[in-house]
């Protein structure tokens, strides 16, 4: 009695098959046959598989109930079980189709989906002398049995596979529709079905009663999917890799480009080719044709045969460049260049869909987002955003070309300067220059667009600043805290606020470059001095000397700025903003003033006080500048004095003038960026 050299249930416990997968122990049959057919030499292949239904209709299926399939039965005129291919079918892992990627562990994803198996396979024995050979398998310690063998007529010669009883850890997922199954089928040996040798292949769905329908996979394939067929290929590392493109009939609207890596003239991974090219959100029409169609491409290769897991599942291969180095060729490194071949595949058909899109880019960056002008030249990276974007979306993947482009220069960067030895060779040398081009050219257009945006927030917020001096609708205008905040956060100093987050260039662009910064935080260490003294923004300067410690720091310059509500025409005695600023500096003077780290505030004998005092100039205020003896500025837009016994000097700016000044100050910017101040 002939048995398998294996423990079976052990294999098949150690056999990894997703739910999911179970349709592959039919392909794993059907290739079977395939390979029988061209041992056999036979040009009039055909390859028949029959899902067999059971009587009661009890799985939901798309239009209603539908009779579940009891078994699958996958018949060939292949050149059937000689002894040869039975004594290869009895051991386990097999090397006898090892030069078609055979495994010799595919007959046991039968046991793993389904119940048991029925063999019947008629065979040359020798010479005009044919037998039948009938067995079960079965996942059992006696996996092969009630095999016979008896003569047979030679018109009978091929294999007949019975999978029966499809088990419940699979039954759930397992395809139920005669359409559904044929197109996984074309889809799995889509290799075979290119190829003009493919045999016959036909589907029939029988019912309980023996009745039934059957498709013809070969025509289906041909009429109702196919539009032709285009090969290109590639080498890697010395190794050859061949390209198929398939164009397929387009059913519907919806995208289905595909790329599938193949083993052993199997399809073993499928990626959604619009992960690679977002134009191919839909299907692309050809101009030839006049035609709709979705692309299929298949790559093979020699290196791929030879590095797929048992189960024909995935391979077994790094997935990006430089992950293992004892792969020659990660998947990334063959997805990039087979992508690079499609690309050029279908550059004819495409052209309009990426047109359409170049222009609305080039549109949205020209007139909202002009910061991003510098990367429309990367057009490697622009080619893949998808199409029809919102204002939104489209900012978010023009700021990740950004950052992606910074990545490609820091690691080509990191790659020039890692080179030690003299460049000789002039080809070295001329490839030396062009990438320290390529960087010098990323560096510059990440530079601008980060420089673009800084210039933009700019605008922005003068325009916010503009709006917050504007009277609201009832009629009353913003506390100065709204101001206060725009320009440097309240309640904060110069630790706690980074250089992106504050905007003191309104005033003057000298103050961003501070040691030091309070605002609006007590000058005493314990919080209570003259009339609870705390300036808008205190900022202190020093000299540039040769060490200065930060805990002992002495200031040789401090500004103090004072902020009033916009129009605001009412001050009392302790309010009179001339008087609130001397306070401070006589406190400051004294010694008596520390920072929000609790530090003494010390300055110079002769620190120089500069002090802004932001508010509209309304005839409250001017009565009060008059009492100090202030000059209007040559515009006459402002006031000034200078305090020699404190050394203190005064500058009263109006809101108007602060925004005029600092729009007048920007514009240049606003004007090479291309944008309109309004």
Not at 172 to 197: G, R, T, W, Y
Not at 472 to 488: D, P, R
Request: hydrophobic letters at 35%.
């Amino acid at each position: 009695m002939a048995t398998i050299v294996t423990d079976v249930a052990g294999k098949l416990r150690n056999l990894k098959l997703s739910q999911n997968d179970g349709v592959l122990a039919v392909f794993e049959a059907t290739m079977n046959a395939i390979h029988a057919i061209e041992d056999r030499k036979c040009h009039n292949g055909k390859v028949t598989i029959t899902l067999k239904r059971a009587k009661e209709k009890s799985v939901i299926g798309d239009n209603g109930l539908v009779a579940p399939i009891q078994s699958i039965e996958i018949k060939d005129n292949g050149i059937g079980f000689d002894e040869n291919n039975f004594k290869s079918f009895l051991k386990s892992e097999s090397t006898y189709k090892a030069a078609r990627g055979g495994k010799g562990v595919g007959r046991f994803t039968w046991l793993k989906v389904f119940d048991y198996v029925i063999v019947e396979s008629t065979y040359l024995e020798q010479i005009g002398e044919f037998k039948m050979r009938i067995f079960r398998f079965e996942n059992s310690d006696n996996p092969i049995s009630s095999e016979t063998i008896e003569d047979a007529p030679a018109e009978e010669v091929g294999t007949i596979i019975k999978l029966c009883g499809i088990n419940s850890e699979y039954i759930n997922s397992f395809p139920i529709h005669l359409e559904n199954i044929a197109d996984q089928v074309i889809s799995h040996h889509l290799v075979s079905f290119v190829d003009k040798s493919c045999p016959e292949f036909v589907i029939v769905d029988e019912d309980f009663d023996g009745n039934s329908i059957q498709l013809n996979l070969n025509k289906r394939f041909q009429n109702d999917f196919l539009i032709d067929t285009d090969a290109d290929s590639f080498v890697l590392e010395n190794i050859a890799f061949e390209v198929a493109f398939v164009r397929l009939k387009a059913l519907n609207l919806t995208a289905d480009h595909k790329l599938f890596l193949c083993a052993n003239d199997r399809v073993v991974t499928t990626d959604e080719l619009k992960k690679y090219f977002p134009d191919m959100y839909k299907p692309v029409y050809n101009t030839e044709s006049g035609l709709y169609y979705n692309l299929y491409v298949l790559v093979k290769s020699v290196y791929l045969d030879h590095n797929v897991n048992n189960e024909r599942t995935q391979f077994i291969l790094p997935e990006k460049e430089g992950a293992a180095k004892s792969y020659l060729i990660s998947l990334e490194e063959i997805r990039n260049l087979t992508v690079e071949s499609i690309y050029n595949f279908l550059e004819p058909d495409i052209n309009s869909i990426r047109k359409e899109k170049l222009d609305h880019i080039q549109d949205y960056v020209l007139r909202e987002a002009p910061q991003y002008r510098s990367l429309l030249k990367f057009q490697k990276h622009i080619d893949k955003v998808k199409p029809g974007l919102s204002s939104d979306k489209l900012d978010l993947e023009l700021h990740k070309i950004k950052n992606k482009i910074s990545e490609e220069a820091k690691k080509q960067l990191n790659g020039i300067l890692k080179i030690d030895e003299p460049l000789s060779d002039p080809d070295r040398i001329e490839e030396y220059k062009k990438n320290f081009s390529d960087v010098v050219a990323k560096v510059n257009a990440v530079g601008q667009t980060d420089l673009a945006d800084y210039v933009i927030h700019r605008k922005l917020i003068l325009s916010l600043f503009e709006k917050i001096l504007s009277k609201k609708e009832n009629g009353e205008y913003e506390y100065e805290s709204q101001v206060h905040n725009l320009l440097f956060p309240m309640k904060n100093d110069s630790e706690s606020i980074d250089y992106n987050h504050q905007n003191l260039w309104i005033i003057d662009e000298k103050l961003s470059y501070h040691k030091f910064l309070a605002s609006d935080l007590p000058l005493h260490e314990n919080k209570q001095g003259k009339d609870g003294s705390r300036p808008d923004i205190l900022v202190g300067f020093d000299k540039p000397v040769a060490y200065i410690d930060k805990k002992s720091s002495v200031y040789s310059s401090m500004v103090i700025v004072e902020f009033k509500r916009p129009m605001r025409n009412y001050y009392s005695a302790n309010q009179d903003p001339v008087q609130q600023v001397i306070n401070y500096v006589e406190e400051i003077q004294d010694g008596k003033a520390f920072d929000p780290a609790g530090r003494p505030i010390n300055v110079t004998k002769n620190c120089k006080f500069f002090a802004y005092i932001i508010c509209d100039i309304t005839d409250k205020i001017q009565s009060s500048l008059r009492r100090y003896s202030f000059q209007k500025t040559a515009d006459e837009a402002g006031y000034f004095h200078f305090n020699t016994e404190m050394n203190v000097y005064f500058e009263v700016i109006s809101y108007d003038k602060m925004l005029m000044d600092s729009q007048q100050r920007n514009q240049i910017l606003f004007d090479k960026l291309g944008i309109k101040y309004s």
